[in-house]
């Protein structure tokens, strides 16, 4: 099976990015299953029901989300609502949503999408490394095809969570540090891996931000309001082609698609 999972989106820009450019992409790369992070798909900071039915509306099959997860209150709705919509698995007993899902493709095949939350240099949840074992046990007993998106800060702890996978699942993708790095591989047993996909968004940027306040915040140590920037809308990820046998990847790609300029 062939499938994209999108970068973090960021505000408007982001969201245009993935309307415009992903119709294209699923001509193009004969897409059979779209995932894309939206935890900052409103306004740069947080996720809505209306921003999220336009992710839903231009093709993308599955969101995920992170640390700006609670950002806009109506949220809960979605978590409560919205079951291609996921939280990170490893938030304690009793918080509204999931943190994992299986989809069922037209095709009858079916896909698991996993997310976690790192805990280096971010709010310290549940063990990350401890809810995935469990989750991907009890997901290989409907599927061999499983995305992780693992929202975390430091590279070690992703590339950690890839080691301790490999094998057991189909990829497991960085988000949350908006920079697509550059170290894709398919690990010795099978699974795919990037430390960050990157975002997408306006990159004429602070990682999504306008230049300026940012600036002004590091120079000064004062609050700014920085708001979304808008130059050089493009659309990041990655490009996976998986054995829908063994769940194992065959192949990842990164992708970088700019948004025309008009």
Known sequence: MKLIFIGDIVGNPGRKAVKELLP???LRLGLDFVIANGENAAGGAGITI???NELFDAGVNVITSGDHLWDQKEVVKLLESEPRFL???NYP????GKGSNVFNLDN???VAVMNLQGRVFMDPIENPFQFALKEVEQLRQKTNIIIVDFHAEATSE???MGWMLDGKVSAVL???THVQTADEQILPNGTAFISDVGFTGPHESVI???IEPIIARFLTHQPRKCEVAKGNIMLKGVYLEIDEKTGKAISIQRISESLPSK
């Open 24 to 26: 294209l992409l699923k």
């Open 50 to 52: 209306n921003t999220a």
């Open 174 to 176: 960085g988000t949350h």
């Open 158 to 160: 992703k590339i950690a």
């Open 208 to 210: 999504g931000r306008e």
């Open 108 to 110: 009858g095949t079916f």
């Open 93 to 96: 007993n009793g918080v509204p």
């Open 87 to 89: 939280r990170p698995l």
